[in-house]
T-cell receptor, first 108, second 120 residues
Framework: DIQMTQSPSPLSASVGDRVTITCRAS??????LAWYQHKPREAPRLLIY???TLQSGVPSRFSGSGSGTQFTLTISSLQPEDVATYYC??????????FGGGTKVEIK | EEQLVESGGNLVHPGGSLRLSCAAS????????INWVRQAPGKGLEWVSS????????YYADSVKGRFTISRDNSQNTVSLQMNSLRVEDTAVYFC?????????????WGQGILITVSS
C-alpha cells in the first residue's frame, strides 16, 4: 500500500507569509496527487489535482508542484481564511485512495 | 449545483449495524464514482470505500473489509453503506464524496458529513 507523509504539522505563520507544505509518497505516483482544504464543521474542499492543476474557483495564491514521490502545496500569501487543515491524497492506485496525515495551518 | 447529503447517522452499540445513505443531485449520477471518507475524533481523513459509476467495482479499506458493504441505486441517485459488526474505532464523521470519473479520485464534491458514534 502507498503511504503518504506530510510535513510539517502544525504550521504557524503570519498573515502575508509564503507557506509551503510537503507531501511524500512511499512509492512513485507520477502526478496522481490532490490537495484538499478542510475547515472544522465543513466539507473538505478540493484545491489542486494532478499535482499542479488548480480546481475551478480556488484562489490563485494556492499552487502545487512535484511528481513521483515529492510534492508541495504553496500558499503565496497566507490569509486569515486559509486557517484549516490541508491533506494530500494519492489516487494512482484507484480505487485505493490514500490521504496524508494532514497539516494544520494556524496564524501566528 | 452539485449536492451530496448524508443520512442515517446515529449512536450504536459495539457489534451493532447501521446503514448510511448519500443522496446526490446536480450531476449525471451514473457517470461518477462515489466514495465514503471518514474522520475519527481528532484524526485525519481516511478513505473507507468506493463504488464505480455503473455500480460495479466496490472497494474497501482494509480496516472495514468484510464488515462494510457499499451499493448504489442509479435510478434513485443514492449510495448506501451498510455497516455491520461496528467497533468503537468506527466512531467518526462519515462523508460521501463524488469522484471526478467513473472510478477513482480525486473527489470534487463532498457532503457535509454525518456522525456515527459506536459506544456501549
Amino acid at each position: 500500500d502507498i503511504q503518504m507523509t506530510q510535513s510539517p504539522s502544525p504550521l504557524s505563520a503570519s498573515v502575508g507569509d509564503r507557506v509551503t507544505i510537503t507531501c511524500r509518497a512511499s512509492q512513485g505516483i507520477h502526478n496522481y496527487l490532490a490537495w484538499y482544504q478542510h475547515k472544522p464543521r465543513e466539507a473538505p474542499r478540493l484545491l489542486i489535482y494532478a499535482a499542479s492543476t488548480l480546481q475551478s474557483g480556488v484562489p490563485s495564491r494556492f499552487s502545487g508542484s512535484g511528481s513521483g514521490t515529492q510534492f508541495t502545496l504553496t500558499i503565496s500569501s497566507l490569509q486569515p481564511e486559509d486557517v484549516a487543515t490541508y491533506y494530500c491524497q494519492a489516487y494512482s492506485r484507484a480505487p485505493a485512495l490514500t490521504f496524508g496525515g494532514g497539516t494544520k495551518v494556524e496564524i501566528k | 449545483e452539485e449536492q451530496l447529503v448524508e443520512s442515517g447517522g446515529n449512536l450504536v452499540h459495539p457489534g451493532g449495524s447501521l446503514r448510511l445513505s448519500c443522496a446526490a443531485s446536480g450531476f449525471t449520477f451514473r457517470k461518477y464514482a462515489i466514495n465514503w471518507v471518514r474522520q475519527a475524533p481528532g484524526k485525519g481523513l481516511e478513505w473507507v470505500s468506493s463504488i464505480g459509476g455503473g455500480g460495479d467495482s466496490p472497494y474497501y479499506a482494509d480496516s472495514v473489509k468484510g464488515r462494510f458493504t457499499i451499493s448504489r441505486d442509479n435510478s434513485q441517485n443514492t449510495v448506501s453503506l451498510q455497516m455491520n459488526s461496528l467497533r468503537v474505532e468506527d466512531t467518526a464523521v462519515y462523508f460521501c464524496a463524488k469522484g471526478v470519473a467513473m472510478i477513482g479520485g480525486p473527489f470534487d464534491s463532498w457532503g457535509q458529513g454525518i456522525l456515527i458514534t459506536v459506544s456501549s
